[in-house]
């Protein structure tokens, strides 16, 4: 009877009982078998232990392991013919049968119920000599031992499997200076192979001296080069080489989001296609959205010139507000018909009746990069008033992001490419003439980049998966359905008030003509309590907290410290500009006034320079004989830029009537009221999908 071991491992094979048994689990001093019947039964170690007719018939540590498949390919024809040439030996020495029959009778000078491991070594030994292969007991052990600890690639030649970095015999001096070259080149302009090895070269004789090192051949240093370089990009494109080098060094980690709005990640990129503008002019457009990880929902995409700080601030608000069916669009793209929940949403916010398939989702955690538009003030302001924690990603790390970058890019990938006027993503893949096949204007786009969303919501998105069932896809919808019913999800609408919170703001008093807001004045008859007035609140208690919308600035909102609420404050020279106008375009008149070589500017000279710039636009520019200079580009992308956010999409606070007018301006207020005054009301859906975009 061989000895017994001096551990008992799962997966021994004993014999207990007059049966034999199979070691499934230890727990403690219980020891769980599972006989030859597949009767399982919990013995106490100690009783096992002490049982006249248990034996240890086969230990796991005996039997061989099961090498993985392919594990000799590479390998030279002979070297894996010795392998397998001993594999076949020392299977019958630890188990008694033969490799090629697993289940045959078991051989008297090689059964371990019978005979000793050592043995069972010496029989083979012996069957060897007498076979003409004179092999030592000794490495028939030392091959057993390999073979039991690293399976079938333990009886390859271990010089064989020494694994070469490329570099060969090649000096390490030389090939550390060629390491540290091709770091510096990760930032730098991508240069000819020549270039980085006088560089090495002039590094090597800096360090150790002219002549000391001897430098490979030309095409040595070709093979070097390769395989230092494997996978950096060196001699290819810089960006490309940029972008890897951003890449962890590490397994990249990954962020489990268990309900809607848990995190969602904003960013934005420049739209692979070109549009037309209002004044004519083509141009591109920027993309900005919002993602949410847990269900792969794109909550809203606008399309913008150039992305500024009150629109990441504002396509909060897009995310949280239901998006309404627009005229002609499907019928089937209706939440109605969707498989959202769309019954139990019904009942929290009444415009859900005529929305359109896309959830409503409350953000819990923005994660950004470090853009402008995002570390500003008013979108933090925004996150703060909302209650979303913000996030920024680690600097120049897009990977801990990604999936608004790989959503942006299936944008492109799947919608933009469609449309006439894509210009693909560089100069290398761009066309003859793009501009000359654009015919969208970026409202319109904005329209199809809509109904494209709807339809995105119902696509099966690979990265969602069943983890027990890895082979169905759910779409993003679908997704939310799921989380929705387990984690629960309540879409709290944006009211017009918590618009306002979330638009820029600054400090000014109430001066007896109303209120200074960049370089322009509001006024409004509720203001008359509070000229020259402390408001008690800020660092001074003088001011007051005004905020405004840049692209509308025919309005300012007045924080009234005492009484709670907001004061609607109307731009005094509306009536000589009444159609919306931008920030920038405002700016930018002030500027072509300021070059004239005025004295003083005036705000009736700046809001007729400013009405002209925009008539310019609505009119179209005529065709220049000439290449257009640099100041006439930049009055068309302004008057672009300001037409294109004309027409306000956001919930308004409702104005009061006749807010407009200053103490003692009954004689104008007829005038006013026939001023084209867009009015501010309650967001209502059937309303804004008449006049969105």
């Known amino acids: 009877m061989p000895s017994r071991p001096r551990l008992l491992r799962a997966g021994d094979l004993v014999r207990f009982d007059g049966r034999l048994h199979t070691v499934v689990a230890l727990e403690g001093t219980a020891v769980r078998l599972v006989d030859e019947a597949q009767s399982a039964s919990v013995v106490m170690l100690a009783h096992l232990l002490s049982s006249n007719d248990f034996e240890v018939v086969t230990s796991a540590s005996m039997r061989p392991v ?3 498949a392919g594990v000799l390919e590479g390998f030279p024809a002979k070297a894996v013919e010795r392998a397998e040439w001993w594999q076949r030996h020392l299977v019958e020495i630890l188990t008694g049968r033969p490799l090629d029959d697993p289940h045959g009778p078991v051989r008297a000078e090689y059964d371990p119920a019978v005979r000793s491991l050592r043995q069972r070594e010496l029989a ?8 003409g292969d004179s092999t030592s007991l000794a490495l028939i052990q030392r091959m057993r031992r390999r073979f039991e600890d690293e399976g079938v690639l333990g009886l390859v030649d271990p010089r064989l499997r020494t694994t070469s970095d490329g570099t060969g015999r090649t000096d390490r001096r030389v090939v550390e200076a060629l390491r540290q070259v091709v770091d510096e080149q990760t930032g730098r302009s991508t240069v000819s192979a020549q270039v980085l090895r006088r560089r090495m070269e002039r590094l090597l004789e800096a360090e150790l001296g002219p002549g000391v090192v001897p430098l490979p051949s030309r095409t040595a240093f070709y093979r070097l080069l390769k395989a230092v370089s494997s996978g950096r990009h060196i001699l290819g494109s810089a960006r490309t080489r940029r972008s890897l080098a951003k890449q962890p060094d590490g397994m990249f980690g990954q962020l489990t989001a268990a309900r809607p709005g848990e995190v969602m990640e904003i960013d934005s990129t420049p739209l692979d296609v070109l549009v037309v503008h209002d004044d004519g002019t083509v141009d591109t457009v920027e993309l900005t959205g919002i993602v949410d990880i847990a269900t792969r929902t794109l909550a809203a995409a606008v399309l913008r ?26 019928d089937a793209l209706r939440m109605s018909r969707s498989v959202l929940p769309h019954a139990s949403l019904v009942a929290l916010d009444e415009r859900l009746a005529q929305a359109a398939a896309i959830p409503v989702i409350t953000p819990e955690t923005i994660v950004c990069d470090r853009g402008k538009a995002y570390i500003s003030e008013t979108f933090r302001s925004a996150c703060q008033a909302l209650g979303i924690s913000f996030q920024p990603a680690h600097p120049d790390t897009p990977t801990d992001k990604p999936h608004i970058e790989k959503t942006l890019g299936s944008v492109a990938t799947m919608f933009a490419q469609y449309l006439p006027g894509h210009k693909g993503r560089s100069t290398e893949h761009r066309g003859v003439d793009p501009a000359a096949e654009a015919v969208w204007s970026i409202h319109q786009l904005q329209e199809l980049l809509q109904q494209w969303i709807v339809i995105w919501q119902n696509r099966p998105h690979d990265g969602l998966r069943d983890p027990l069932m890895p082979g169905k896809t759910l779409s993003p919808n679908e997704k939310y359905a799921a989380l929705v019913a387990a984690a629960g999800h309540v879409p709290v609408a944006l009211s017009a008030e918590e618009y306002i919170e979330l638009l ?4 000014r008093t109430i001066n007896s003509s109303g209120v200074r807001s960049n370089h322009r004045t509001y006024d409004s008859a509720e203001l008359n309590p509070f000229r020259r007035q402390r408001s008690g609140a800020g660092d001074n208690g003088q001011s ?12 300012v909102w ?9 004061i609607t404050a109307i731009w005094r020279h509306l009536r000589t500009a009444p159609m919306p106008m931008g920030e920038l375009a405002w700016d930018h008149a002030r500027r072509i006034l300021g070059e004239r070589g005025s004295d003083q500017v005036t705000e009736e000279e700046i809001a007729q320079a400013a009405v002209a710039l925009l008539d310019q636009a609505a009119d179209g520019p005529d065709k220049p004989a000439v290449r257009p200079t640099g100041r006439v580009r930049r009055e068309r992308k302004v008057a672009a830029r300001t037409r294109a956010t004309a027409q306000p999409s956001w919930p308004r606070p409702a104005e009061e009537p006749d807010s407009s007018a200053g103490p003692g301006d009954e004689n104008t207020r007829g005038e006013e009221e026939l001023a084209d005054i867009i ?4 967001f209502d859906a059937r309303k804004e999908a008449e006049k969105w975009w």
């Open 679 to 682: 009015p501010l009301e309650i």
């Open 66 to 68: 099961v090498p993985a």
């Open 124 to 131: 083979k030994s012996a069957e060897l000599a007498a076979a």
């Open 305 to 330: 010139p150039s992305t500024k700080a009150v629109d990441a601030a504002l396509l909060l608000a897009r995310a949280m507000t239901p998006e309404p069916m627009r005229p002609g669009w499907a």
């Open 544 to 555: 007051w907290d005004v905020h405004y919308d840049p692209y509308d600035i025919s309005r």
């Open 504 to 507: 820029p703001k600054h400090r």
């Open 558 to 566: 007045v924080r009234n410290h005492r009484q709670g609420g907001w």
